[in-house]
C-alpha cells in the first residue's frame, strides 16, 4: 500500500472506535439495556448540537472560545521559546531559572485563578493569561530539552567550517530542534485546551466553558456532552492545522512512520 493509501486508511481508522462505541450506546439506550438520563444517547446529543446550532446559540461561545486559545496560545509559545531557549543554550540561565520554573510548573492550574483575578479582574486579560501559563510549560520543557540534546560534534563541524552565528542557527540548529519543538508545540496547545476551560469558569458569559457549567447548572447533561464533544473536534482540528502549518519546516523528516 503506499503512502497516500495509507494515510487515508489511517483517517477512517480513527474513526472506527469512537462511532463503534457510539453505536454500540445507541443501542444499548433503545434496547432498555442501560438508562440514557445522565448519559444521554448519540441521537439526542446530536439533537442538542443541531438545536444550539441553529439558533446560532452555539457560535459565540466557539468564537469566544477560540480566540482565547489562539492569544493565549501564543503568549505562551513567545515566552516558552524564549526562556526554554535561553536555558538550554547557557549553564548560568538555567542554574539561575529552571528550579524556579519547575517549581510554579507543579503548581496546579486552579490555583492561579485566585490570584489572576486579584491582579487582572475577571474579564479576558485573566482568561488569556491563565491559558498562557497552561501553553508555557510544555513548550519550555520541549525547547529546553531539544537545545540540550544538540550533538555537539555537530555544532564543532560547523565551527570548523567557520560558519556565522546566522548560518550556525539556520543550517545546524535549527534543523536538529525542529521535530522536538513541534512536539511541544503540539503538547502545549493539548494543554491550552485543558486551561481554556478552568479560563472560563472564572466569570465568563461566553465560550464553551460558560456552556458546560450553565448544562451542569440546569441538569442538562446532553448539554453537556454536547459541549465536551465540541472541544474534541475544535482540539482536534487545531492540532491538525498546526500540523499542516509546520509540515513545510519538517521536509527530509519521515513523519509518517508508524
Do not use: C
Amino acid at each position: 500500500m503506499g503512502r497516500g493509501g495509507w494515510r487515508r486508511w489511517r483517517i477512517v481508522l480513527g474513526f472506527a472506535v469512537p462511532v463503534g462505541l457510539a453505536v454500540l450506546w445507541e443501542i444499548a439506550v433503545r434496547a432498555g439495556l442501560v438508562q440514557g438520563r445522565l448519559m444521554p444517547p448519540p441521537s439526542r446529543i446530536a439533537g442538542t448540537l443541531t438545536a444550539l446550532a441553529r439558533s446560532g446559540e452555539l457560535w459565540p461561545h466557539v468564537a469566544a472560545t477560540l480566540q482565547r486559545i489562539a492569544a493565549g496560545f501564543a503568549l505562551g509559545v513567545a515566552a516558552g521559546t524564549v526562556l526554554g531557549a535561553l536555558t538550554g543554550a547557557s549553564a548560568l540561565a538555567r542554574a539561575l531559572l529552571d528550579p524556579l520554573l519547575q517549581a510554579l510548573r507543579a503548581i496546579p492550574s486552579i490555583a492561579w485563578v485566585p490570584l489572576f483575578i486579584l491582579w487582572l479582574g475577571i474579564f479576558e486579560a485573566s482568561k488569556v493569561t491563565l491559558i498562557a501559563v497552561g501553553v508555557f510549560f510544555p513548550v519550555y520543557l520541549g525547547t529546553l530539552g531539544a537545545v540540550m540534546a544538540v550533538d555537539r560534534k555537530i555544532i564543532e563541524v560547523g565551527q570548523v567550517f567557520l560558519f556565522s552565528n546566522l548560518t550556525m542557527v539556520r543550517r545546524i540548529l535549527l534543523p536538529a530542534i525542529l521535530p522536538h519543538y513541534v512536539t511541544a508545540l503540539r503538547a502545549g496547545l493539548g494543554l491550552g485546551w485543558m486551561f481554556v476551560v478552568a479560563a472560563e469558569f472564572m466569570g465568563a458569559s461566553e465560550g464553551l466553558g460558560y456552556l458546560l457549567l450553565d448544562g451542569q447548572q440546569l441538569g442538562k447533561p446532553d448539554q453537556i456532552v454536547a459541549a465536551i464533544l465540541v472541544f474534541a473536534v475544535l482540539g482536534k482540528a487545531t492540532d491538525s492545522l498546526l500540523l499542516l502549518f509546520t509540515r513545510p519546516l519538517l521536509k527530509g523528516y519521515d513523519l509518517d512512520r508508524a
